[in-house]
């Protein structure tokens, strides 16, 4: 049985989310294409908090009887944005509006870990393994800021997910 929770939540005024190796090389190392190739794997964005709203989605990703993957899915976008509702069920079906895209990003780690950090907040994730573990994507215009992350059912729980979601955010 798949599982579904929707969050609406206090919109944010700071998000950034990386392994914290490239963080931390980001603001130390002096090579300057080492860092331009890694803030392309990492979101640094102070997002417009007023008229927005914002919404944390968490959803199981199933295979049978077994939870593969937990997908959270961040969508913060201006209370009179027209497209809101589509984008977002594009997002949902794992699909893109490419007509309003300014910028992707694959969120990526080297360190079998990222930190997400909210305002103030901030929480270590665990991936297992190297590679990718999401994307964020920026809407032309600043209309809306979309991130979608997958953590593994081998690392986290429903329960473990949904207790993240409410330290980071502030629940409305």
């Not at 998000?15 to 090389?25: E, S, T």
């Not at 968490?58 to 937990?70: F, Q, S």
């Not at 992707?104 to 950090?117: K, P, S, V, Y």
Request: charged share 30%.
């Amino acid at each position: 049985m798949e599982m579904h929770k929707i969050y609406n939540v206090k919109p944010f005024r700071y998000i950034k989310i990386g392994d914290p190796m490239y963080l931390d090389d980001i603001e130390t190392s002096k090579d300057i294409k080492m860092v331009k190739r890694l803030k392309k794997l990492v979101l640094n964005q102070k997002t417009p908090f007023t008229n927005r709203e914002t919404k944390v989605i968490v959803n199981t990703e199933m295979a049978g009887n077994r939870t593969l993957d937990y997908r959270i899915i961040i969508y913060q976008a201006k209370k009179n944005f027209i497209h809101k509702d589509k984008v977002l069920d594009c997002l949902m079906k794992g699909e893109m509006y490419t007509d309003l895209i300014k910028e992707i990003r694959q969120l990526g780690c080297d360190t079998a870990e990222f930190h997400m950090f909210v305002d103030d907040e901030m929480i270590r994730f665990n991936t297992l393994s190297d590679g990718y573990y999401g994307t964020s994507i920026l809407l032309k215009n600043n209309d809306a800021l979309c991130v979608d992350i997958s953590l593994t059912a081998d690392a986290y729980s429903w329960e473990n997910v949904n207790d993240i979601i409410k330290h980071l955010f502030t629940v409305l």
